[in-house]
């Protein structure tokens, strides 16, 4: 069935090859600007990923003229306005991050502020209230699981307030994702695992939810089939160039479905966890997608149905129920697989959630925005039984 | 021209239903759990009503330009008339900028379960309050 409405924008230029993170010369001259602010962390500084990627900026004619490593694991306020101001006084005419889901979306906001100035909560909290396009942002991600390089949305940590704030707006879709698998072969596994489970979470949110059309299936069911024939491998063999790339490309594809069509329940459950008991995201996700799949289940029986063969699954002769039913199982079987590797815990209980802490999630996933995009309405009395099963 | 005549005959109509809402406890209650002072901004007619969550009950205020809102939206009194009856898709409206909010977009989400309800209300108000020729058939 198709939707009454939908949009499909997605202005951001993918460039995918092992490498290329040092050679984006072609890209960079199109862009058309030489000076360029480094947002990262680090850790990434460390492992000689931003040099690798200032050489390549020397050799195309363009220089690095300042950085910010101060990133931290959230995406702070506070680390926003403080390098707002390291970028303006650079003299930087764009930003390049190379990081994560936080040092990206650090960068969107630092863009704001950098391009337009003013208080990023006073005067752009809300929803696509900037009125023209920001400064040339270019994102190399050093993971692949957040899919922030081609999303509309930063997501900042108030540490005052104690909240996250998202600012949702079309021009803060970055100008260049540059996909280099050699960026990621340092992950180590337990991300590799924790972040490609995000990545699928998007994908398969995004494939069954309210908004889902047929742009953003098409982008979701890729990147279902790249992680679900990647993932494990990436995970066992960091040096596998392959699948890391696969699962650069996937984490990708799962961002523009998500940017679109949005997330549901999983994703509210997982938001309540860490924000309740600091249970990484892609953690909290992995554990939780199979029991938000059965709690959607007769809202999304079709289209779960159509997905088990893309995971893998036969289900030749079975009823739609059934081929359904295979989905989650193949969720199921991933797990599995992640967590013989030792890469990923199965349950709430192995992440320092407390049996009397179950009730608050559910009310947590209820209060979270992505209840609203979620295809069964979320009740927190009908959710906690599916949440204690995840305990 | 919208639907509405006029700004007066706006306010009687939205004003009523938003003081029908906050008598609701179903309703009301998830409201107030919200904390939030929203400010809608109408055009066409315009209109500017503050719906007040921060206190022990919800606070109706036509024409308050002064209390400083958490969240502010603004729209046309057509959209806003479609939007009560459910048959307004909010990621469409944001995106086409047929609505503008400004302030945490979370909360507001937050928002729509709990006003969820109110869709079935809205019909129902205008046809026992004599206001049935706004209703959408």
């Known amino acids: 069935m198709l939707p009454d409405f939908f949009e499909f924008y997605s202005p951001t230029k993918v460039v995918y090859e092992d490498g290329v993170a040092s050679d984006l010369k072609p890209e960079l001259d199109i862009i058309g600007i030489q000076k360029y602010f480094v947002i990262s962390d680090h850790i990434i500084n460390d492992l000689g990923l931003i040099q690798k990627v200032a050489d390549g900026l020397e050799d195309a004619g363009c220089e690095v003229v300042g950085k910010y490593l101060d990133v931290a694991q959230d995406a702070r306020l506070n680390d926003v306005q403080t390098c707002a101001e390291a970028v303006k006084s650079s003299g930087a005419e764009g930003i390049i991050s190379i990081g994560g889901g936080s040092v990206i979306d650090t960068a969107k906001a630092v863009n ?13 909290s809300g929803a696509h209230t900037l009125t023209r396009p920001l400064s040339p942002h270019v994102v190399i991600p050093t993971t692949a699981g957040t899919g922030s390089e081609v999303t509309f949305v930063a997501v900042i940590y108030d540490e005052e307030n104690k909240e996250k704030l998202a600012f949702p707006d079309k021009y803060l879709m970055p100008n260049l994702a540059v996909l280099d698998p050699e960026m990621t072969v340092s992950l180590p596994p337990k991300m590799t695992a924790a972040t490609g489970m995000d990545a699928l979470t998007h994908a398969i949110e995004a494939y069954v939810g309210i908004q889902a059309a047929p742009f953003s299936d098409a982008f979701a069911l890729g990147a279902i089939e790249l992680i679900m024939k990647n993932l494990v491998t990436a995970t066992e063999n960091g040096e596998d160039i392959e699948a890391r790339g696969a ?11 998500f940017t679109h069509s949005m997330c549901g329940c999983v994703h509210g459950m997982a938001h309540a966890t860490g924000g309740l008991y600091r249970v990484p995201h892609g953690v909290a996700n992995a554990i939780f997608l199979p029991f938000g799949m059965e709690y959607n289940f007769e809202e999304i029986t079709e289209k779960l149905a159509r997905l088990a063969p893309v995971m893998g699954e036969d289900v030749s002769g079975g009823s739609e129920e059934e081929a359904a039913g295979k989905a989650i199982e193949a969720v199921r079987k991933l797990t599995a697989n992640l967590n013989k590797l030792g890469a990923l815990p199965l349950k709430l209980s192995e992440v320092g959630v407390p049996e009397d802490g179950l009730a608050d999630i559910a009310e947590g996933a209820l209060n979270d925005g992505t209840s609203f995009y979620n295809p069964r309405e979320v009740d927190p009395d009908e959710l906690l039984p599916f949440i204690q099963r995840a305990y | 021209m919208g639907l509405f005549e006029n700004s007066e005959k706006f306010e009687e109509v939205l004003g009523g239903f938003f003081r029908q809402l906050a008598e609701t406890p179903q309703i009301a209650d998830k409201l107030l759990k919200s904390n939030l002072i929203i400010r809608f901004n109408y055009t066409d007619p315009d209109l500017v009503i503050v719906v007040d969550c921060s206190g022990d009950k919800i606070d109706v205020r036509p024409h308050d330009t002064e209390t400083k809102a958490t969240v502010e939206m603004s729209m046309t009194a057509d959209i806003a008339h479609k939007f009560w009856f459910g048959k307004v898709n909010l990621t469409k409206a944001l995106t086409r900028k047929e609505m503008v909010a400004k302030g945490p977009i979370p909360k507001i989400l937050k928002l729509l379960p709990a006003i969820k309800p109110s869709y079935a209300m809205y019909p129902k108000y ?12």
């Open chain 1, 112 to 124: 704001i502020l950098f391009s337009v100035g003013g208080d990023l909560v006073e005067d752009y």
């Open chain 2, 126 to 137: 205008l046809e026992e309050n004599g206001y049935s020729q706004y209703n959408i058939h």
């Open chain 1, 247 to 257: 699962m650069l490309i996937a984490a990708t594809m799962a961002g523009i479905a």
